[in-house]
């Protein structure tokens, strides 16, 4: 009698873990449907709307040579249409402004590098955060006042870190340093060849901005701010603010081909 009650009372404290971690798996889907439901997608898979072209040597939304387009639900930065590359560096702008908010972007350089391009660019592009809005450059700027999250891909044969720092008329502080460098190594591995890389940003305003890699924090910066030498720069400091605490968000064409086939956004304040 005693056995048989001890095997009622195992069969009952049995049924109410499992009951218990069901329960809690149930509520942990939950959460993270909720959580993935929360991210927008800045790119529709279909075309170019809600995004702005500017291409260094042409008027805003020129796409000259179709730089930037979208093919079987890719957005890609092409040079077929190119003859040679003559200093035409482009950035596609989305058309809102953010300041608090997570960004992830799946890319993966292809192809050969378009003839003319600058060494320093092979398999160079990236993501421009914080960016001064592309009304406000000029026809001939190359770059957007901007702090980029840059991609690099390997080369076949020599490490080369992707997510690392460049600062078109900006600064930043690292580990309480003021940084006045251009750019910035990350601690990431090198990724070789076309294969698909994910690449997010955290961004909190004008404190910190943390790069991830495939999952992996590689950099961490803080108080990104303009640089009061930049002539460029100087144009967009008001009553002394150098701080930048939002901006627009651009993808990069330095003359390397490169696919996008992922760009979302998870708001955080």
Known sequence: MRQSLLTMNQWRCLLWTLFI???????????????????????????????????????????YGNTFRVENGVLKVSYD?????????????????????????????????CPGGPDWAFRNSGIMLHCQSPESMTKAQSFPVSIE????????????????????????VISGELVTRHCTNSRSKTYHGDQWVTMEVEVHGDSTIKHIVNGEAVLEYEKPQLDESDADAQKLIISGKKLLREGYIALQAESHPIEFRKVEILILK
């Open 21 to 63: 971690f069901l329960l809690s798996a149930s509520c942990a889907v939950r959460r993270d449907s909720a959580s993935n439901s929360r991210w927008i997608s800045l790119f529709n898979g279909k075309n170019l709307d809600g995004w702005k072209v500017k291409i260094a040597g042409h008027e805003l939304n020129d796409n």
């Open 149 to 172: 999250a840059q991609f690099l891909g390997g080369n076949g044969k020599d490490e080369r870190s992707t997510g690392n720092l460049c600062t078109p008329g900006t600064h930043v």
């Open 81 to 113: 249409q190119h003859d040679k590359f003559g200093g035409e560096f482009g950035h596609l702008f989305y058309k809102d402004k953010f300041s608090h908010y997570r960004l992830r972007v799946e890319y993966r350089f292809v192809g050969e590098q």
